[in-house]
């Protein structure tokens, strides 16, 4: 089945550094990503869509400049939270789908737990 | 985005059966609904999807309503292992990848 990837599983950054995650789909070509954040007890926020080749589609509210999304191959897209800070600590999800033949759902990630100190 | 509405918690015991509900009174006929649920500290988990007619899988059933503006997720057997978040999403019927927007979803507690 489809597989997506996502590394660091956890990472502790110092506040006012950047830190990089990245999603990488393993078995399928995803020329759409997404990028989720959520918060303890809540549920997942939609970030933003991640488009091979082409600028991110972020959703109301998402500083475009903060999150840095970077999809720069069909199996690799990246999200850099820029000049980090506490409230960004967060659990960031990632997501993919081998849209077409064969469709079972959307894949996601892990996650990756950020803690901002 | 259509909106769907699910109780935020439910209850069930080991080895019954389990029936999830979702409203999705402004549903579209292009929408399809789809089901994901979500462990602990762990990313969404794909659980089934269906446009009109009922659907079934290894791990659940869903059942339509039909005029379409509810559905239910039935787990025939629980186990404890069933016990996450389960999220009923509204995804639109076209070309490529479509996003997903959560809702709150319910929370599923399994009692031994």
């Known amino acids: 089945g489809a597989v997506v990837s996502q590394h660091p599983s956890r990472v502790i950054c110092k506040s006012g550094t950047s830190v990089k995650i990245e999603c990488r789909s393993l078995?399928?070509?995803?020329?759409?990503m997404f990028w989720y954040r959520q918060f303890p007890k809540q549920s997942l926020m939609l970030m933003a869509t991640?488009?091979?080749?082409?600028?991110?589609t972020y959703e109301q509210g998402v500083e475009k400049d903060k999150f840095l999304i970077n999809h720069a191959s069909l199996t690799l897209s990246t999200l850099t939270v820029t000049s980090a800070h506490p409230e960004d600590s967060s659990f960031y999800i990632c997501s993919a789908t081998p849209w077409g033949e064969g469709f079972y759902g959307y894949t996601f990630g892990s996650g990756t737990r950020l803690t901002v100190v | 985005d259509a909106k769907t509405t699910q109780p935020n918690s439910m209850e069930s015991n080991e080895e019954e059966p389990v029936h999830l509900p979702c409203n999705h009174s402004t549903i579209s006929g292009t929408d399809y609904i789809h089901w994901y649920r979500q462990l602990p500290s762990q990313g969404p988990e794909y659980v089934i999807h269906?446009?009109?007619s009922n659907v079934n899988n290894r791990m659940a059933s869903l059942a339509i309503a039909e005029d379409r503006k509810s559905s239910t997720l039935i787990l025939h057997r629980a186990t404890l292992r069933d016990a996450a978040v389960y999220y009923c999403i509204l995804r639109e019927r076209a070309q490529g990848a479509q996003k997903l927007v959560f809702g709150q979803g319910t929370r599923l507690t399994i009692n031994p």
């Open positions: 991640s488009n091979e080749g082409s600028k991110a």
């Open positions: 078995d399928f070509q995803a020329t759409t």
């Open positions: 269906g446009l009109t």
